[in-house]
């Protein structure tokens, strides 16, 4: 049995908790907020074994930049002369290749099918009742152009073994019968999931709480004492936690913990907002519009519309244009949904720790030998949850992995 503190309470850090109770372990959270402030809170809720391509991919830095004059954007980069901005910079655009994204499929889609699993392991073992469906995911499109670009996509995700296929508007109107939707096709990956977040995090938190796990809450961790390559405690403003082993599961503040360590987690925040509404809007399979780049959930009691990806360091601002942007996507691709300027203001951000090649740093360093980073999932953390914990676990406890780990190492060259 070994002493573990982890640093930060989001879904990653409560998954590893969760696998390193399960295997015996005595284990602390410490978060530097009251918990349920994360991106793990805002998030599409979606198990996602069908994004199979990483961001970083051919093609994406030209539209990046293109994107960057229209402040409506859905992927928007601020230029900032910042050594940490200008380093992940140079690492996102040298893995923007098709090589990056050959080699990163096969992790990407098995780290995925794993935590589909796992979630549904860890429902069914601990009874919990949070929503957890397998409606699929549609890819609704409005041209010609993004239909073809879809129709490729799902040609990979096909060879690949995975449940999809392309969907007529007869088809779509019968799947779909509770509200319009103006598209010209549609594809569904039928083998992705969808849950609710926030019913996940709290009946974790409270189970691992009844299971004895000490939740220090509201607790920055500022500083980090170490020595010969080991980590003796780490400090808070009020307390020094001291462990066998730590766990580096901050989002996208970790890399300002890593440092301090001589650790280079290569980490940009990528802001994204959500907007509820819980009028029924007659949406009951979750979707992305395809040109928009915006996510609908419907998720227990609610619907969730999801969007956007500011990469201009870490700030919560609400940019209203933004907000508006969703919205306004919604109704071209659902007549019948109209958001309200009080579920408009209602809006909330949240950080999405980006790697620049697509894939979380999941492992140790060579430079610290007990701690064990579990960051940089972007837009995957959440389906990636469950088995990020378990392979954090398995690394503590000194177990075979469940899953090959060096696509993920942290020391990785880019
Ligand atoms: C709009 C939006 C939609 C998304 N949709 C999806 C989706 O559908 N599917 C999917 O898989 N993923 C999705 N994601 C991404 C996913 O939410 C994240 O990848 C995931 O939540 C990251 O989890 P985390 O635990 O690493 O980070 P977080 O949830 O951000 O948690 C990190 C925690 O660390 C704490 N912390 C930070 N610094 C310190 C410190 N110094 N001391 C103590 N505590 C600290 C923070 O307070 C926070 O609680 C989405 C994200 C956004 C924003």
Redesign the pocket.
């Known amino acids: 049995m070994k002493k573990v503190t982890i ?7 409560l998954c590893s908790a969760y696998y390193l109770v399960k295997e015996g372990h005595e284990v602390s959270i ?4 009251s ?1 349920g ?12 074994p069908s994004h199979i391509i990483p961001l970083a991919a051919p093609g994406i830095v030209k539209q990046g930049i293109k994107w960057m004059f229209n402040s409506s954007s859905p992927l928007y980069v601020k230029p900032r002369l910042n050594a940490s901005f200008l380093d992940w910079a140079w690492a996102f655009n040298k893995s923007c290749s098709s090589e990056n994204v050959k080699q990163s499929i096969k992790a990407i889609k098995d780290i995925n099918l794993l935590s589909v699993d796992l979630f549904s392991e860890l429902k069914a073992t601990e009874n919990f009742g949070f929503q957890l469906e397998n409606k699929g995911l549609l890819m609704l499109c409005q041209t010609e152009a993004m239909l073809k670009e879809e129709i490729h996509m799902a040609t990979i995700a096909s060879n690949e073994g995975l449940e999809v296929n392309e969907v007529s508007l007869d088809e779509l109107k019968k799947i779909e019968p509770g509200t319009t939707i103006n598209s010209i096709g549609a594809i569904h990956y039928k083998c992705d999931w969808h849950t609710t ?1 926030h019913e996940f995090m709290s009946e974790m938190s409270s189970w691992l709480e009844n299971k004895g796990v000490s939740f220090y809450k509201n ?4 500083d980090i004492k170490a020595s010969e390559g080991k980590i003796k405690s780490v400090c ?1 403003q009020n307390n020094e936690f001291s462990a066998d082993e730590f766990v580096l ?6 890399n ?2 890593s440092k301090k360590l001589g650790i280079n987690v290569r980490l940009e925040a ?5 907007i509820n509404k819980e009028e029924d809007t007659g949406i009951s399979i979750p979707a992305i519009l395809a040109e928009a780049k915006i ?1 609908i ?1 419907p998720m227990n009691g609610f619907t969730r519309f ?3 990806m500011e990469i201009a360091g870490i700030n919560h601002k609400i940019n209203p244009i933004r907000v508006e942007a969703i919205a306004k996507a919604v109704e071209r691709y659902y007549p019948e949904v109209v958001i309200s300027e009080a579920e408009k203001k209602q809006a909330a ?5 980006v790697s620049p090649d697509g894939k979380p740093f999941i492992g140790k360093s060579s430079k610290c030998t007990n701690l064990t980073i ?2 940089g ?9 469950p088995a990020t914990g378990k392979l954090v676990s398995e690394i503590i406890s000194d177990k075979k992995t469940s899953l090959h780990l060096d696509p993920f190492h942290p020391d990785r060259k880019f």
């Not at 607790?219 to 500022?222: A, G, H, L, N, P």
């Open positions: 640093i930060g309470g989001g879904i990653i850090g410490v978060d530097q907020s918990i402030f994360g991106a793990s809170y805002i998030n599409a809720g979606y198990l996602t977040p607790e920055k961790v500022i808070t599961a901050a989002g996208s503040w970790s300002l913990l990528g802001k994204g907002y959500r996510a959930t999801a969007g956007t951000c949240g950080l999405r720790p579990a960051t999932h972007a837009m995957m953390g959440w389906s990636m949850g």
